[in-house]
């Protein structure tokens, strides 16, 4: 068992790993970019990677207030489902209503990896292959998608 601080310190230490990691890798449009923070440049729009001492998860969480809201812009991704699809190349799954970890409601569509552990060290290669191929294609996948979303703005 860890302790709060050993925690704190191995989840820091992995996010900057790969964060150093990434840093020299370009965006779809060239441009430098922060991986771990990406910008989807829409409000409540984000592209999440988390990890835990049981499995690691990356995806697209849409956090608005209004369930309304929230609904429209799921349906937008709903509409470029295929397109994900085809350019991760995997099956993500795809949730309407579900509670974050501070009990707010959000829609996700997500993929992820189990067993792995973030406070093993011997397991972080396995994450960093897990999420670097991914944030990179959603990034590939948005800079094409982000269009689609204009009107929702």
């Known amino acids: 068992m860890y302790s709060k601080t050993e925690v704190t310190q191995l989840r820091q230490a992995f996010w900057t790993t790969f ?10 449009e060239g441009v430098p970019t922060n991986w771990i923070n990406y910008k989807t440049g829409l409000k409540h729009v984000y592209f999440r990677m988390q990890a835990d001492g049981r499995r690691a998860t990356i995806g697209i969480e849409l956090t608005h207030p209004d369930a309304g809201v929230r609904e429209l812009f799921f349906e937008q991704f709903r509409e470029l489902k295929t397109m994900l699809h085809e350019a991760t190349g995997e099956t993500w799954r795809w949730e309407a209503d579900a509670i974050d970890a501070n009990g707010q409601p959000l829609s ?7 067993p792995v552990n973030l406070f093993s060290r011997d397991d972080w290669p396995a994450l960093i292959s897990f999420f670097k191929p991914r944030i990179m294609t959603l990034d590939e996948f948005w800079s094409s998608a982000q269009y689609a979303f204009d009107e929702l703005r």
């Open 19 to 28: 964060g150093q990691y990434m840093a020299p890798v370009p965006s779809a």
């Open 108 to 114: 996700r569509i997500f993929t992820e990896l189990t």
